[in-house]
């Protein structure tokens, strides 16, 4: 691989050559112009969906082959972002897993139909309560978070449900974006407008300001004020529809009889995946006041375990993480006990505790003790009641007794609960992850046959 990774805009599923670039890092970007974002819009607002059949044996076809990004592709995104190569590895892996298996995903939501013969003949979703699913909508993706799996996911979902989209990839992690839209080039399907503006000038704002005012819909990603920031200087107009997966606060709760080894491992490692800088990132653990101790010991234990090095390394753990984020850290774990700092911090905290509801760019974690008679799904719920959400994005609970887990999941207020797992087990399967296929991003038409 050249030392500059060249990246291309791609509209009309043709790569554009730019009038200007700008390098950041090991990557050349595309200068995006204005002319670039309405050839964009004007593209996703007429271009017809590709065959739910097609589409499907595409994504497939490019999660078998399993190399439309290689390790050293990740290598090049670890020396920029941080990111460990070993995380990226795995999140692809879990990429390339869900697309193989796309058609098993979309029969377990909707029904899969062929509809008329020969050269009408046509694939349709159908749910199981009477009504046809009618993708199209423009849509416009903003990623701003930097985890590797969010743009083919995103480019994925959309290419499912029929929608016209525009995606502008994170410029942390620009790679993904840009190789999955060409594998899906490669397969003969016409993809999503695919733009590279990185929002680090008034002029770039501006093209990002008018790409969500003339499309339909956004998608937006990242820390609550990344997201407001963008979202802010329009509003919530009735004639656009914003769907922003916003700042998760996720955490762990431990009950009296977890089996501590395996507790501390997992809470260090939804702690550390991907340098804690993601949205189900485990930030938070509510645990009895009488295993604090004990508890303590083990999370000491397992950080120390970690493998600390370069992220190009395999063997890395914990990557490199932005000064900035450690000094943010820092300044919050200065009013706190701290029990660990070395590339991560562990702190005990009060239950009323201000960082509980913070979400901090850092591997950090805020350890709250419960008293005998207190409810740690209410201390935790408490924690997420003010935010735009009003739940956590994850919730590992740690508990011997599946009774006591199925329990805590009714009343948590989460997207997703797992059990003795760390709250970022990679699954692409599970509700939060396809709200915005089957519910967001599709229209529904309601099909009515006479008895």
Not at 77 to 90: E, T
Request: aromatic share 8%.
């Amino acid at each position: 691989m050249s030392d500059v990774v060249t990246l291309h805009n791609i509209i009309r599923g043709e790569i554009r050559e730019p009038a200007a670039r700008k390098v950041a890092g090991a990557f050349s970007f595309p200068v995006t112009t204005a002319q670039d974002v309405a050839a964009a819009v004007k593209f996703a607002n007429f271009q017809t969906p590709e065959p739910i059949d097609k589409v499907l044996r595409a994504l497939s076809s490019i999660g078998r082959k399993a190399d439309w990004i290689t390790d050293e592709d990740l290598k090049v995104q670890a020396a920029l972002s941080g990111s460990p190569v070993k995380h990226m590895r795995n999140s692809i892996a879990a990429v390339n897993s869900w697309l193989a298996d796309i058609e098993t995903y979309v029969r377990r939501h909707a029904d899969l139909q062929d509809l008329g013969s020969g050269s009408q003949r046509a694939m349709a979703l159908l749910d199981r309560n009477g009504a046809l699913y009618q993708g199209g909508i423009t849509t416009m993706f903003i990623l701003a978070g930097d985890e590797i799996s969010i743009a083919p996911w995103n480019i994925a979902q959309a290419l499912l449900a029929g929608t016209k989209a525009i995606v502008k990839p994170s410029r942390i992690e620009p790679l993904s974006a840009f190789l999955f839209t060409k594998a899906l080039i490669a397969e003969g399907i016409q993809p999503p407008a695919l733009l590279y503006i990185s929002r680090d000038s008034e002029e770039e704002q501006n093209l990002v300001s008018t790409l969500i005012k003339q499309t339909r819909q956004s998608v937006m990603y990242g820390e609550d004020n990344t997201v407001s920031t963008i979202c802010q200087p329009f509003g919530f107009r009735p004639d656009h529809k914003y769907l922003a997966y916003l700042t998760g606060r996720s955490g762990a709760v431990v009950y009296p009889d977890a089996d501590i080894g395996l507790t501390a491992e997992m809470i260090i490692r939804g702690a550390c995946d991907d340098r804690g800088n993601r949205c189900n990132s485990t930030k938070k653990v509510f645990a009895p006041r009488q295993l604090a101790k004990e508890l303590e010991a083990a999370l000491v234990q397992a950080a120390e375990g970690l493998v600390r090095g370069d992220p190009t390394d395999l063997a890395t753990d914990i990557g490199r993480n932005d000064p900035q984020a450690r000094a943010i850290a820092q300044q919050w774990a200065s009013s706190a006990q701290v029990v660990y700092d070395r590339d991560m911090f562990l702190m005990s905290v009060p239950q009323h505790a201000p960082i509980l509801k913070e979400e901090l760019p850092y591997p950090s974690i805020a350890l709250c003790y419960y008293d005998d008679g207190q409810d740690p799904v209410d201390l935790i719920n408490g924690s997420v009641s003010n935010t735009y959400l009003g739940a956590a994005v994850a919730v590992s609970v740690f508990t011997r007794s599946r009774a006591q887990f199925d329990l805590a999941s009714t009343r948590l207020q989460a997207c997703k609960t797992l059990m003795n797992l760390p709250s970022t087990a990679f699954d692409f399967w599970t509700a939060h992850q396809r709200w915005h296929l089957f519910t967001e991003l599709m229209r529904k038409v309601e099909v009515v046959v006479a008895a």
